[in-house]
């Protein structure tokens, strides 16, 4: 990729492949050329999903409430996970029936778990622990929902609280996983890492597109 976009910057700044005589470097120069704008146009493509799924909120009452985990940073909270906490306890107080599912594996040194310490910062946060129920094995989004699958029903109704960034993937990951219902509640997140975050959302989204 740095290659093309080299070859593509000497092109457009001295037309290498446009003073070329022979038809075979002007040929391959515009297949240069229209491979640039393709990745271009799929990354914007993936970028577009991304923000879009930003502004999608769809808050309604449900049974269940995914909260979905994310990775510890020596064995504490991220910014961004805390948003997750702090939308679902305002989630719970709105709904007060709905039940907290939080999920995510990957123990620490000490050997808590992503949900656990989910759990623990919600309890200091005032929620009920009896409206909670944790997933801690799962060490993916995909086996996330595929162990919550197991709590409940995947046709219940299910609100899905993840950081913005994260939704459109996340709720194209629980539909493949067979949840015909999910109810989108983005958590807002830390302004000066949105950016990366929304990148790696486009890689792995790439990473769809060409693995499948």
Known sequence: LCAILIIFAFDVRFGFFTKLKA???????WVLRAAVWLFTAVILFFCFKVIS???????????????LGMALENGNPSKDLIKRLETAKKYQEE??????????????????TEAVVMRDILLEMGADPDKMQLEDAASSTKENFENVALLMEKDTKAALISSNYHMDRACSIAAQSGFESI?????????LTFGSNMMWEV???LNTLIHG
């Open 203 to 205: 890689i792995q989204g």
């Open 53 to 67: 799924g930003c502004l999608i909120n769809t808050s309604a009452p449900s049974q269940y409430a995914i909260v």
């Open 23 to 29: 038809k075979a470097a002007k040929i391959i120069g």
């Open 95 to 112: 709904y007060p029936d709905s039940i907290l599912v939080l999920t995510g594996g990957n123990p620490d040194e000490y050997g808590r």
């Open 183 to 191: 109810i989108r509640v983005p958590a807002p997140s830390d302004f």
